[in-house]
Antibody, heavy 120, light 110 residues
Framework: EVHLMESGGGLVQPGGSLRLSCSVSGFVFSDFGMSWVRQAPGKGLEYISTISGSDGSTYIADSLKGRFTISRDNSKNTVYLEMTSLRADDTGVYYC?????????????WGQGTAVTVSS | QSPLTQPASLSGSPGQSITIFCSGTTNDIGLYNYVSWYQQHPGKAPKLIIYEVSNRPSGVSNRFSGSKSGNTASLTISGLQAEDGAEYYCNSYTRTSTYVFGTGTKVTVL
């Protein structure tokens, strides 16, 4: 059974940093791309970033370049999202999702999300 | 990348069919067949219901169907049931190898 679990969310001050983790099980981790998607309170889904399988190629939404970085550790079956210079509008629930293929494809499995609140 | 455009809300009676349209551009929906649809109930994670325009994952009801024409994708829910009341999002792969979601459509079953 495929399982994804995010962690690392919490309260952070504006300008601060946070690293989210997503631990997975139930599939060959290095064979699939992984992504992060977020959702501000009461708002829609927003794509953040994708990292492909074992070659580690990364892709990120233009609006988040320079502040957010995705990475993965295939030995730990974990994908990370490093977030810096956080702002109030970064507040929301952050989901990790498995892609159907090595580099792209639909998001076929999702974690339950971890909440991030940026506030002083 | 601007969000794909969806109607904010749609409603229908049990048993009816509704169609949600998702409008994109030649840089996303019009370029690839990597269009997917997600269902999200309040407080829950999104769930994949359609991938690659018209394919259903195992376990998803055949009452959900998808299609695409040009820069517009659509999701049809046939035989509307109470449990179909949820938020629905379209998504597309883009020219820059990233993804873009739609603005979301709240479906209400009357």
């Amino acid at each position: 059974e495929v399982h994804l679990m995010e962690s690392g969310g919490g309260l952070v001050q504006p300008g601060g940093s946070l690293r989210l983790s997503c631990s997975v099980s139930g599939f060959v981790f290095s064979d699939f791309g992984m992504s992060w998607v977020r959702q501000a309170p009461g708002k829609g889904l927003e794509y953040i970033s994708t990292i492909s399988g074992s070659d580690g190629s990364t892709y990120i939404a233009d609006s988040l370049k320079g502040r957010f970085t995705i990475s993965r550790d295939n030995s730990k079956n974990t994908v990370y999202l490093e977030m810096t210079s956080l702002r109030a509008d970064d507040t929301g629930v952050y989901y990790c999702a498995k892609q159907r293929y090595f580099r792209n494809g639909a998001f076929d499995f999702w974690g339950q999300g971890t909440a991030v609140t940026v506030s002083s | 990348q601007s969000p794909l455009t969806q109607p904010a809300s749609l409603s229908g009676s049990p048993g009816q069919s509704i169609t949600i349209f998702c409008s994109g551009t030649t840089n996303d929906i019009g370029l690839y067949n990597y269009v997917s649809w997600y269902q999200q109930h309040p407080g829950k994670a999104p769930k994949l219901i359609i991938y690659e325009v018209s394919n259903r994952p195992s376990g998803v009801s055949n009452r959900f169907s998808g299609s695409k024409s040009g820069n517009t994708a659509s999701l049809t829910i046939s035989g509307l049931q109470a449990e179909d009341g949820a938020e629905y999002y379209c998504n597309s792969y883009t020219r820059t190898s990233t993804y873009v979601f739609g603005t979301g459509t709240k479906v209400t079953v009357l």
